[in-house]
């Protein structure tokens, strides 16, 4: 086809996929931290206190006492590959890319902080991409997760005069494929353990209880996650929420305290895992694998192991090209 001279150039068009997870600090330092969590915390999504009242405590006291005590807590997670979020999050990318081949473009982004979503949707569409399909990694919908990574893509897209077409993934906290990825990553972890686990606790990521009678289907999908998990597994899966945050009522059962009950009814040998988590993070590897395990040792557990979220592994990789290649269809063959 001849265009005139002065025609904007067209790439060649091309079928995107963009993974998005939550987000983490640049650095382990206090000041990336306090960017990080005024960004993530002035979410209203996020904290769904009135503006006028939530910035004047967020800004006063959090921002002030908050991003130090974090950094501490980053700075033992941290990695030569920086944040552990952030590069299982690439090593998936890059995992998925290879599974599904040429024929899509597997990009990744972050709703708080780098790489944010509008640079990556940019990108792809510099790249070609008029279809994209936007891919929240969280198997269990969240208002606070899910919804606004969602928006974030369509406030970018909303700047775009010639916008993509958008699909994005569902929540997949029941699919087949990602019990069994579950079931096969948990198996795999616990068969090189040198003890034997009396239960497992399956730890997902607090919300505000208000949510769950605001209609947020997070603690339901959580709670279906587990009854599968139970039907997968051989041994007991006790379940709870971690993470809290503010003064407001959080769902319950919290995990410290179920670690601790847990004792008391005798559990010595425990495994823990967070299911609801797609890669490691602050939340899993310093908050579990560290924190949780003290408490569960001081409180009398004998022995502790905390299980990998899927990350990269083989298992993770086999369920996104199952479950992308599905909502891929129509759009490649
Ligand atoms: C009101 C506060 C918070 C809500 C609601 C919330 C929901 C929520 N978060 C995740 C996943 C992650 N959260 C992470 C860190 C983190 N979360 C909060 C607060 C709320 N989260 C804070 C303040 C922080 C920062 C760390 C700290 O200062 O304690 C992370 C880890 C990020 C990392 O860099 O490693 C993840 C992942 C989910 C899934 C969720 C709701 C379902
Ligand atoms: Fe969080
Ligand atoms: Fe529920």
Same mark, same amino acid.
């Given at each position: 086809?001849?265009?005139?001279?002065?025609?904007?150039?067209?790439?060649?068009?091309?079928?995107?996929?963009?993974?998005?997870?939550?987000?983490?600090?640049?650095?382990?330092?206090?000041?990336?931290?306090?960017?990080?969590?005024?960004?993530? /915390?002035?979410?209203?999504?996020?904290?769904?206190? *009135?503006?006028?009242?939530?910035?004047?405590?967020?800004?006063?006291?959090?921002?002030?006492?908050?991003?130090?005590?974090?950094?501490?807590?980053?700075? =033992?997670?941290?990695?030569?590959?920086?944040?552990?979020?952030?590069?299982?999050?690439?090593?998936?990318?890059?995992?998925?890319? =290879?599974? %599904?081949?040429?024929?899509?473009?597997?990009?990744?982004?972050?709703?708080?902080?780098?790489?944010?979503?509008?640079?990556?949707?940019?990108?792809?569409?510099?790249?070609?991409?008029?279809?994209? $399909?936007?891919?929240? $990694?969280?198997?269990?919908?969240?208002?606070?997760?899910?919804?606004? @990574?969602?928006? @974030?893509?369509?406030?970018? $897209?909303?700047?775009?005069?010639?916008?993509?077409?958008?699909?994005?993934?569902?929540?997949?906290?029941?699919?087949?494929?990602?019990?069994?990825? &579950?079931?096969?990553?948990?198996?795999?972890?616990?068969?090189? &353990?040198?003890?034997?686990?009396? @239960? /497992?606790?399956?730890?997902?990521?607090?919300?505000?209880?208000?949510?769950?009678? %605001?209609?947020?289907?997070?603690?339901?999908?959580?709670?279906?996650?587990?009854?599968?998990?139970?039907?997968? %597994?051989?041994? *007991?899966?006790?379940?709870?929420?971690?993470?809290?945050?503010?003064?407001?009522?959080?769902?319950?059962?919290?995990?410290?305290?179920?670690?601790?009950?847990?004792?008391?009814?005798?559990?010595?040998?425990?495994?823990?895992?967070?299911?609801?988590?797609?890669?490691?993070? $602050?939340?899993?590897?310093?908050?579990?694998?560290?924190?949780?395990?003290?408490?569960?040792?001081?409180?009398?557990?004998?022995?502790?192991?905390? /299980?990998?979220?899927?990350?990269?592994?083989?298992?993770?990789?086999?369920?996104? =090209?199952?479950?992308?290649?599905?909502?891929?269809?129509?759009?490649?063959?």
């Amino acid at each position: 086809m001849i265009r005139p001279p002065d025609h904007p150039a067209i790439p060649a068009p091309r079928v995107g996929v963009l993974l998005i997870n939550l987000g983490t600090p640049d650095g382990p330092d206090p000041a990336s931290v306090k960017r990080y969590l005024a960004e993530f /915390l002035s979410d209203p999504r996020v904290v769904e206190i *009135p503006k006028l009242v939530w910035q004047p405590i967020l800004r006063g006291v959090i921002l002030t006492t908050r991003p130090k005590k974090s950094a501490h807590a980053y700075s =033992q997670v941290w990695t030569e590959r920086g944040s552990p979020l952030a590069f299982h999050t690439r090593d998936t990318a890059f995992g998925v890319q =290879q599974a %599904l081949g040429d024929k899509v473009l597997v990009d990744w982004a972050m709703r708080y902080g780098n790489p944010s979503i509008p640079s990556r949707l940019a990108a792809m569409k510099q790249a070609g991409c008029d279809r994209i $399909l936007l891919a929240p $990694l969280y198997p269990q919908y969240s208002a606070a997760t899910t919804a606004t @990574a969602n928006d @974030a893509a369509f406030a970018a $897209l909303k700047a775009m005069r010639w916008q993509p077409a958008v699909r994005t993934l569902p929540p997949y906290h029941d699919d087949p494929a990602y019990i069994a990825a &579950l079931k096969g990553s948990i198996e795999a972890h616990l068969s090189a &353990l040198n003890f034997a686990p009396d @239960a /497992l606790l399956a730890s997902f990521h607090g919300m505000p209880e208000r949510t769950l009678h %605001l209609g947020d289907p997070y603690h339901c999908q959580s709670v279906k996650t587990v009854r599968l998990l139970r039907e997968a %597994l051989p041994l *007991p899966v006790h379940m709870s929420f971690q993470s809290r945050f503010g003064r407001a009522k959080w769902l319950e059962p919290e995990t410290e305290s179920t670690l601790a009950q847990m004792v008391e009814k005798g559990v010595r040998n425990v495994a823990v895992v967070t299911p609801g988590f797609a890669a490691d993070c $602050l939340e899993t590897l310093e908050e579990i694998a560290l924190r949780a395990k003290e408490v569960f040792l001081a409180k009398g557990g004998e022995k502790f192991a905390y /299980l990998p979220c899927l990350n990269a592994s083989g298992e993770a990789i086999t369920l996104y =090209q199952r479950l992308l290649s599905r909502e891929l269809s129509g759009w490649i063959d």
